[in-house]
Nanobody, 127 residues
């Protein structure tokens, strides 16, 4: 069965960095668009970054532009989220997800194409 397993979350001070990883199994990884979502307490789950099948196309929500970088290694079936200059408002549970995409590059900006989800990893940024 399909499994997405996130790792790399934790507690960090404001201004610090974390690198999230998401290891995928049970699917043809390079055929899927991938995304990182986050959900803070009392808020909707939001897409923060997405990457197309080959890694050549990316999307970032405005609040994290210039601070976070999404990347993927199709040989390792893994997607990453490098998070720098972290702020307390970045505190959330972060989820990776895989999208069945019909777009040319596999870059999906809506939630509904994301069929497979990880269990989430907590990121807490202290002020």
């Amino acid at each position: 069965q399909v499994q997405l397993v996130e790792s790399g979350g934790g507690l960090v001070q404001a201004g610090g960095s974390l690198r999230l990883s998401c290891a995928a199994s049970g699917l043809a990884f390079s055929s899927y668009g991938m995304g990182w979502f986050r959900q803070a307490p009392g808020k909707e789950r939001e897409l923060v970054a997405a990457i197309g099948r080959s890694g050549g196309n990316t999307y970032y929500v405005d609040s994290i532009k210039g601070r976070f970088t999404i990347s993927r290694d199709n040989a390792k079936n893994t997607v990453y989220l490098q998070m720098n200059s972290l702020k307390p408002e970045d505190t959330a549970v972060y989820y990776c997800a895989a999208a069945v995409s019909s777009t040319r590059w596999g870059l999906e900006l809506e939630k509904h194409p994301y069929h497979y989800w990880g269990q989430g990893t907590q990121v807490t940024v202290s002020s």
